[in-house]
Nanobody
Framework: LRFSCRRGGGLAQAGGSLRLSCATS????????MGWFRQAPGKEREFVAAIISGGFRTVFADSVKGRCAISRDNAKRTVYLQLDTLKPEDTAVYYC?????????????????WGKGTQVTVSS
């Protein structure tokens, strides 16, 4: 099992946008529900967004609702996170994750499989 979080983060300006992508291997991607989480320095990991295996249902944390999109390409086995109108409080390490049970990732905010994080830093 392998998740590869591609560089899409890094340093960004407040008000700008970022797009992260996470390519997977070792799982039957199309059967997994995928999500993004983040962890800011000194804080607990928090849920950001999730997308159901078929791509027709999404959920978002209140902190990003209205400025966030999650999508997936099952043919490419990749999940994406688009975050707009960036704020300094979006600064965190972002992780993609996958789980076979929708409520685990979308409601209980947990997952069986995790990718390595990618740092996003938003400057004001």
């Amino acid at each position: 099992l392998r998740f590869s979080c591609r560089r899409g983060g890094g340093l960004a300006q407040a008000g700008g946008s970022l797009r992260l992508s996470c390519a997977t291997s070792g799982i039957t991607f199309s059967t997994y529900h995928m999500g993004w989480f983040r962890q800011a320095p000194g804080k607990e990991r928090e849920f950001v967004a999730a997308i159901i295996s078929g791509g027709f249902r999404t959920v978002f944390a209140d902190s990003v609702k209205g400025r966030c999109a999650i999508s997936r390409d099952n043919a490419k086995r990749t999940v994406y996170l688009q975050l707009d109108t960036l704020k300094p409080e979006d600064t965190a390490v972002y992780y993609c994750a996958g789980d076979g049970i929708w409520n685990d990732i979308a409601v209980r905010h947990n997952a069986d499989y995790w990718g390595k994080g990618t740092q996003v830093t938003v400057s004001s």
